[in-house]
């Protein structure tokens, strides 16, 4: 009997032991599967995707803010665990080199940012969410290289130090060398960087937009808190959706403004025709989940379109940045929807 309570009490702790091990490379491996481009190329696709909201004037979907953090403890843990840390004592290049991968790739998360609060709300001009963007860029470079001027990475012994060895060895001492100079010091940059990306995870995750109110947008089929290519449902439903014309207040005179649209229900290759004034613009676009943006002036009168309806209802949504004013509607095939944009007093 006390020999089963041992192997019981014996199994209980293993699997304790087991069990953290166990989730963490659950983890590793899900965010290897789910996120490959942004852990594998990290900066290069960042600012490749930066460099596409900038173009198509489209906001992106945000870097998954968890895995961030997930990279800077693995990390960190590297640089802490004895059986791993030897790595770096064989290659010191790979400290800097992991180090920069990891700050660069802060710096161009918190840019992303910038640059999609310019696309989907308009929280920047244009001009200032670049110049903010290139700003972090250059500020992080500029710290890396006062870190790295301060604080280097060699494996060479200078002659003073090798004589201070000997003369420990001549005394019969023990010499403990380190080839890493200003070791404490470089996992106390990853510490104090990880550190600043759970207060900026923390910060990201108190801006995420609210979960719509679906049964509320069924009725007024306007919303100030939708992002763009927010999807409201999986199928083709309408729920209550009727097609309206709609006035858009609040906009600047005699300035262009941007007006995205894409399809908030299921993606089913509805096409729309857009008009300006009457001219079109673009006599067929394709609505999907990713939003297209347009340049419109203002005052004027925007209308789409219906041109083709694969079944179920042409529901798209446009938004507007400037205002943040989002618009859930349906139209016809043939069929039209209008939106007066007017200026602020």
């Known amino acids: 009997m006390k020999n089963s309570n041992s192997a019981a009490g014996l199994g209980c702790v293993l699997a304790l032991l ?102 989907d709300n308009q929280t920047y001009a244009k001009v200032e969410a670049v110049l903010l963007t290139v700003t972090t860029f250059v500020l992080m470079r500029l710290f890396m290289s006062y870190w790295y001027y301060s604080f280097p990475i060699s494996s060479m012994i200078t002659r003073e130090e090798e004589q201070d060895i000997q003369a420990i060895q001549v005394n019969g001492g023990s010499v403990n060398q380190s080839p890493l ?32 109110d679906t049964n509320k947008l069924m009725k007024e089929q306007i ?29 600047t005179r005699s300035v262009s403004t941007r007006m995205l649209i894409w399809d908030y229900n299921l993606e089913d290759n509805d096409k729309v025709q857009i008009l300006v004034d009457g001219k079109p613009i673009h006599d067929s676009i394709v609505l999907t989940h990713t939003p297209v943006a347009f340049t419109v002036p203002v005052p004027s009168v925007i209308t789409i379109k219906g041109i083709q309806d694969q079944g179920g209802g042409l529901t798209y949504a446009v938004k507007f940045p400037q205002t943040k004013y989002t618009f859930f509607n349906i139209v016809a095939v043939n069929g039209v929807n209008t939106y007066t944009l007017m200026p602020a007093p």
């Open 181 to 212: 100079p200003h070791g404490s010091m470089h996992k106390n940059l990853v510490l104090f960087a990880l550190i600043f990306v759970f207060f900026l995870t923390m910060f990201f995750l108190a801006n995420i937009p609210p979960t719509l």
């Open 18 to 119: 087991v069990l953290p091990f166990f989730i963490f490379l659950v983890l590793i491996f899900y965010s290897v599967d789910t996120y490959k481009k942004e852990i594998f190329l990290g900066p290069l696709y960042i600012i490749y995707a930066s460099i596409k909201v900038l173009v198509l004037e489209v906001p992106a979907s945000n870097f998954p803010y968890g895995v961030l953090l997930f990279l800077g403890v693995i990390l960190y843990g590297s640089m802490m665990i004895p059986k791993i840390r030897s790595l770096y004592d064989e290659l010191p290049v790979l400290i800097p080199f992991l180090q920069m991968c990891f700050l660069t790739l802060i710096a161009s998360i918190i840019g992303f940012y910038i640059l999609n609060a310019w696309a």
């Open 223 to 251: 919303s100030r808190e939708a992002a763009a290519g927010a999807i409201l449902f999986h199928g083709e439903e309408k729920n209550g959706i009727q097609a309206k014309n709609f006035e858009v207040p609040g906009l």
